[in-house]
């Protein structure tokens, strides 16, 4: 009526070696079940939202690109839709990668690898490539038969054809990401007219051939040996973490059962035994070709699809449902024990921690952005000569100040030293007289450049090394900002 399977080790698999060399793992497709319509609609969201996002508009104003999101590198600019971050405010960048990181590790502490399985670019894109390798190489079965059978003209058109729509999917990956660096408008009408520079086909290039070498053919092996995120992953988990486990008290001892379809089981084909049929369809839809069975496991990506293909074969043979589920330990081991009642645990430490340190570093940013400066200066002493003196017992030091006006106004600043007594300013290039303050004038989104020389009295200098602080007004808002540098002069 069935036969027992025993449980063997990965050790015991391998003859005791601490290397196995890899094979190429053939994920089956299931096309039912909900993780795999989840799977499919995070395909689809992702995708498009790559593709769609850089040909979203919003206007700045004249002069400003009008592409909602783009990291502008030879303008020195990322816009971000009414946000215009300029190179001295990266640390808003670093704010947002952040909040990316600790929001990864919040969703782990409650849905185990849910990112790996279901929304990560290499999941995702392997998946849109074993899709386009099954439509033309055929099921599970077919495609291993084919990779064994010597070469024909029927494996090599279907091997071509799989080729080509990988190399234009890769190439729509590249152009995807290059879209997000520069204006995707003129990037399609450059790539059509042929007229692409030389950084946008390389930068093309290089994300293209890591789409079509990754996704095409490491794929698995990218999940286990060069990510480092399910090295660490097990540090985010705890006893109340959603991840794909199999219930080995319910399920074992394994074993094969004969006949198929819901109720022509026999009724006793179970008695004595576990539930696991021991059809290795988990292992067959596995993206890396692991058995669920073994255990929690680092190659584990936790796509859940074993868990459809499970909860199939338990409807075929009459058998409740969740022998494979995507649940937390705590509820497994209660279940071993007779509790048959689920608990969620949502409020937990681990998840408050998380939520604390997302929710601080939020209101960092956001108090930054609305207290964001929409000037900044910035001075530079002149290296040689440090000083020079002139006639009238003065000493003269030269000096480059650069104004950031980040605003798209013509802006107007007021320009003035402290505290040397008797200091007077030069603007190189300017009206040439020697004043106590400058007027100065900066287009809207630039950098105005001033070269300029400050003198002061020998009697005023205390020293070869003196206090001189530059005070820069904004004469349209009255915002004051204050740089400390030197003045230098010779001994006393």
């Known amino acids: 009526m069935s036969m ?3 449980v063997t080790s990965p050790a015991e698999t391998t003859g005791g070696a601490l ?25 689809i969201v992702s995708l498009g939202v790559y593709w769609i996002v ?12 009008d592409q909602a999101i783009l990291i502008d590198m030879p303008g020195r600019r990322a816009y971000f839709l009414f946000i215009e971050i300029w190179p001295q405010e990266v640390y808003y960048l670093t704010g947002i990668l952040i909040i990316a990181a600790l929001s990864l590790f919040f969703i782990s502490a409650l849905l185990g690898r849910v990112w790996c399985g279901f929304a990560c670019w290499q999941t995702v894109f392997t998946d849109l490539m074993v899709w386009i390798e099954r439509l033309f190489e055929g099921e599970r079965a077919q495609r291993i038969l084919r990779d064994r059978a010597p070469w024909s ?6 091997k071509a054809a799989k080729q080509v729509c990988w190399i234009i999917v890769s190439v729509l990956a ?8 520069d204006d995707v408008h003129s990037l399609t009408r450059d790539l059509l007219a042929g007229q692409a520079s030389f950084t946008e086909l390389a930068a093309m290039a290089v994300v293209g051939g890591c789409c079509y070498l990754l996704a095409g053919f490491a794929r698995e092996d990218v999940c286990i040996y060069m990510c480092p995120y399910s090295r660490f992953q097990s540090a985010m988990f705890d006893e109340h973490s959603m991840i794909v486990s199999y219930e080995a008290w319910r399920g074992e001892p394994r074993g094969h059962v004969k006949g198929s379809g819901r109720g022509k089981v026999a009724a006793d084909s179970f ?24 255990g929690s496991q680092l190659a584990c990506i936790g796509c859940a699809l074993c868990v459809d293909a499970c909860n199939s074969v338990m409807d075929r043979v009459g058998l409740p449902r969740g022998l494979i589920s995507y649940d937390s330990v705590y509820n497994q081991q209660a279940r071993s024990k007779g509790d048959m009642t689920t608990r969620t645990k949502i409020a937990r430490p681990r998840v408050f921690l998380y939520l604390g340190v997302i929710g601080l570093v939020a209101v960092v940013m956001l108090y930054a952005l609305a207290t964001r400066k929409t000037y900044d200066v910035n001075v530079l002493h002149e290296r040689s ?14 000096y480059t100040l650069k104004i950031l006006n980040m605003v798209r106004e013509e802006g107007h600043f007021r320009l003035a030293v402290e505290p040397l007594a008797g200091a007077g300013i030069t603007v190189i290039g300017g009206e040439g007289e020697q004043m106590q303050s400058v007027d100065l004038t900066v287009a809207g989104d630039s950098v105005g450049t001033f070269r300029l020389f400050v003198t002061a009295p020998r009697a005023s200098i205390g ?19 204050r740089r400390e540098n030197l003045f230098a002069g010779p001994e006393s």
């Open 385 to 398: 000569p440090v000083f020079v003196e002139i006639s009238g017992d003065r000493i003269r030091n030269g």
């Open 463 to 481: 020293g070869r090394k003196s206090d001189l602080v530059f005070t820069v007004t904004n004469r349209d808002t009255g915002k004051v900002v």
């Open 271 to 294: 008695a004595g035994r576990g539930h696991c049929v021991d059809c290795r369809l988990c292992v067959q839809v596995c993206p890396t070709g692991i058995d669920i069975r073994d």
């Open 4 to 6: 027992q399977t025993p």
């Open 153 to 158: 003209v029927d494996k090599l058109w279907r």
């Open 19 to 43: 290397y196995a060399e890899t094979r190429k793992a053939y994920p089956r497709f299931l096309n039912k079940g909900l993780y795999r319509r989840l799977k499919w609609l995070a395909l």
């Open 174 to 181: 590249g152009y995807g990401f290059v879209g997000y660096f």
């Open 54 to 65: 850089p040909w979203l508009r919003w206007d700045r104003g004249p002069g400003a690109p």
